[in-house]
């Protein structure tokens, strides 16, 4: 087997992205405390509430779909337990994140703590990604099967992720190389969106980052 798990790797790639990003965005609103209009602190809100939704969709399909495949591919070869610890503790990091963007959106003012959770949860992935890549993608490849890597990928397609959040922000980091596979195995319906969604997502960027982006 020689299986190359490049969602995974991608969807890590804009994780890590948008969690620098977020924090820098935050704390230097925090800083500098201005009174946002009302339309860029729903906007950055939103975002912020989508990206929690998102790394929490990541975290629970590979809690619930991934992590069974392995220990059932790699049995005594694979140790989930400080990995599955890590995402023990995100839940309450997100939902005091959510807690703060929505005082965001209701006063216009970035609160030191949101800024300082933001900041925390960086740190905490980027320590658990780089954990994770290091010792569960050697294993996908050489113990999970291409039919059943192909499975557990369209399982957690069924899950539900909000694709007009998810495809921009993969298409912001994925090289031509992934784009073009991606293309050739996800046909006309990929196509299409590669095509449609990041012209109003980068709008909405646009709105979010400002000259930060």
Not at 5 to 20: I, K
Request: aromatic letters at 4%.
């Amino acid at each position: 087997m020689n299986n190359e798990p490049s969602g995974l790797l991608l969807a890590h790639r804009a994780m890590l992205r948008d969690l620098d990003r977020c924090a820098a965005l935050t704390a230097d609103l925090a800083r500098n405390s201005p009174r946002l209009d009302r339309k860029r602190a729903s906007a950055i809100a939103g975002y912020l509430t989508d990206f929690c939704d998102s790394i929490h969709h990541h975290h629970s399909a590979e809690d619930d779909v991934l992590w069974p495949v392995l220990e059932r591919s790699a049995g005594a070869h694979v140790d989930l337990t400080e990995l599955t610890d890590d995402h023990a503790v995100l839940d309450p990091k997100l939902a005091r994140i959510r807690v703060g963007a929505a005082a965001l959106k209701a006063e216009h003012i970035v609160p030191a703590e949101l800024a300082a959770d933001l900041a925390d949860l960086r740190d905490t992935l980027h320590e658990h990604i780089a954990d994770e890549e290091r010792t569960i993608v050697p294993l996908i490849k050489q113990y999970v099967s291409d039919d059943e890597w192909n499975r557990v990928e369209s399982e957690i397609r069924k899950r539900g992720a909000k694709m007009t959040f998810e495809v921009p922000r993969i298409l912001a980091v994925a090289t031509e190389a992934e784009l073009a596979e991606t293309r050739k195995e996800g046909g006309i319906p990929v196509a299409i969106m590669i095509k449609l969604l990041p012209l109003p997502f980068r709008r909405r960027e646009s709105l979010v980052f400002g000259a930060a982006r």
